[in-house]
């Protein structure tokens, strides 16, 4: 007999901790009667703080724990943000629900300037992800990159005590933590084209359990899933992991998918982008087909030199 409490597994950060409790009282708002209890997981990435994600592992860091945890059935569901969920699941685990997304896009947030345009020249910017750093240097060269890792509120903090003349971070974040009057301007995909998944959360399970999955189902939202679907096939097919910068990013106009798609140098001198429409339907084959445009434009060469240049 399964145990009637549904346990949820989560990341202890604020954010982790704030989209675990968005899923529970969705939950509790479906299943009043449900007894829910929260699994907190100390992860690798959380543990490791003074590395860029990219030469420790990447953010597959943030939710390995999360996932053994499932597969060692202590939980019966896990919350993600989307952009740390690697596209190769361990076998036995499914995604079925992404639930709908916040506003997708980077923002920029300084106690100093009012935008990007307004940073003088040379300005400290702080960001850790390769894909913010290529698009802000093949937008502005001039300015010096350095690394910022840590909860939002930590990078919040290094901006205030004067480390940086700015940081860019998720909208969503700041949105979800009630930060957003620290954003300053709201980067749009033709400044800065979000992270693959960004701003959805998803909710991960056994692929045994049926329990959960109907539990969960009428939690997911259809557009966003397709969306997301989109560009994680981006990245399905570049294979880059995020040792590389890419970028990719769905949007839903006139019933069909509108995808971009960004692979670049890190120092932002060559960017290689794309655009395709296709139906709402088949999202993997646009985003598959995406990305081999972007391979024949030469995004190859660049995915193995970064490969072995870590
Ligand atoms: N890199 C960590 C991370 N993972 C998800 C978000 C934001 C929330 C989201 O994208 O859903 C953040 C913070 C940030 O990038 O500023």
Same mark, same amino acid.
């Given at each position: 007999?399964?145990?009637?409490? %549904?346990?949820?597994?989560? @990341?202890?950060?604020?954010?982790?901790?704030?989209?675990?409790?968005?899923?529970?009282?969705?939950? @509790? @708002? #479906? *299943? /009043? !009667? $449900?007894?829910?209890?929260?699994?907190?997981?100390?992860?690798?990435?959380?543990?490791?703080?003074?590395? /860029?994600?990219?030469?420790?592992?990447?953010?597959?860091?943030?939710?390995?724990?999360?996932? +053994?945890?499932?597969?060692?059935?202590?939980?019966?569901?896990?919350?993600?943000?989307?952009?740390?969920?690697?596209?190769?699941?361990?076998?036995?685990?499914?995604?079925?629900?992404?639930?709908?997304?916040?506003?997708?896009?980077?923002?920029?947030?300084?106690?100093? *300037?009012?935008?990007?345009?307004?940073?003088?020249?040379?300005?400290?910017?702080?960001?850790?992800?390769?894909?913010?750093?290529?698009?802000?240097?093949? #937008?502005? &060269?001039?300015?010096?990159?350095?690394?910022?890792?840590?909860?939002?509120?930590?990078?919040?903090?290094? %901006?205030?005590?004067?480390?940086?003349?700015?940081?860019?971070?998720?909208?969503?974040?700041?949105?979800?933590?009630?930060?957003?009057?620290?954003?300053?301007?709201?980067?749009?995909?033709?400044?800065? #084209? &979000?992270? =693959?998944? $960004?701003?959805?959360?998803?909710?991960?399970?056994?692929?045994?359990? $049926?329990?959960?999955?109907?539990?969960?189902?009428?939690? +997911?939202? *259809?557009?966003?899933?397709?969306?997301?679907?989109?560009?994680?096939?981006?990245?399905?097919?570049?294979?880059?992991?995020?040792?590389?910068?890419?970028?990719?990013?769905? !949007? =839903?106009?006139?019933?069909?998918?509108?995808?971009?798609?960004?692979?670049?140098?890190?120092?932002?001198? $060559?960017?290689? *982008?794309?655009?395709?429409?296709?139906?709402? !339907?088949?999202?993997? !084959? #646009?985003?598959?087909?995406?990305?081999?445009?972007?391979?024949?434009?030469?995004?190859?060469?660049?995915?193995?030199?970064?490969?072995?240049?870590?």
């Amino acid at each position: 007999m399964k145990n009637n409490r %549904l346990k949820i597994a989560t @990341r202890k950060s604020p954010l982790a901790l704030w989209q675990t409790n968005h899923v529970r009282e969705a939950l @509790r @708002r #479906l *299943y /009043p !009667e $449900q007894l829910i209890e929260i699994v907190e997981i100390t992860t690798q990435g959380d543990k490791i703080l003074d590395t /860029p994600l990219a030469k420790i592992g990447g953010k597959g860091l943030f939710v390995k724990e999360l996932e +053994n945890s499932l597969l060692a059935g202590q939980a019966d569901m896990a919350v993600h943000s989307m952009k740390d969920v690697p596209v190769e699941l361990p076998s036995g685990l499914i995604l079925p629900v992404i639930m709908c997304r916040e506003e997708p896009y980077d923002a920029f947030v300084s106690n100093h *300037y009012p935008n990007l345009a307004a940073l003088p020249l040379g300005a400290i910017v702080g960001t850790s992800s390769l894909r913010r750093q290529s698009q802000l240097l093949a #937008l502005r &060269p001039d300015l010096s990159i350095r690394p910022l890792r840590g909860n939002v509120g930590t990078r919040l903090q290094k %901006l205030d005590r004067g480390e940086f003349d700015a940081i860019v971070l998720a909208v969503a974040g700041l949105k979800r933590l009630g930060m957003s009057e620290r954003i300053r301007e709201i980067l749009t995909p033709d400044i800065i #084209l &979000p992270a =693959i998944g $960004q701003g959805a959360i998803g909710i991960e399970c056994r692929e045994d359990d $049926q329990v959960t999955q109907e539990r969960i189902a009428p939690l +997911n939202d *259809y557009a966003t899933q397709q969306r997301i679907k989109a560009e994680r096939a981006i990245n399905q097919r570049l294979g880059g992991g995020c040792q590389v910068p890419i970028a990719g990013f769905a !949007e =839903i106009s006139d019933n069909e998918l509108l995808l971009r798609g960004l692979v670049a140098d890190p120092q932002g001198k $060559q960017v290689l *982008y794309h655009t395709l429409r296709g139906a709402l !339907e088949f999202p993997e !084959e #646009l985003g598959d087909q995406l990305a081999q445009v972007l391979l024949s434009q030469g995004a190859d060469r660049f995915l193995q030199t970064w490969q072995f240049s870590a």
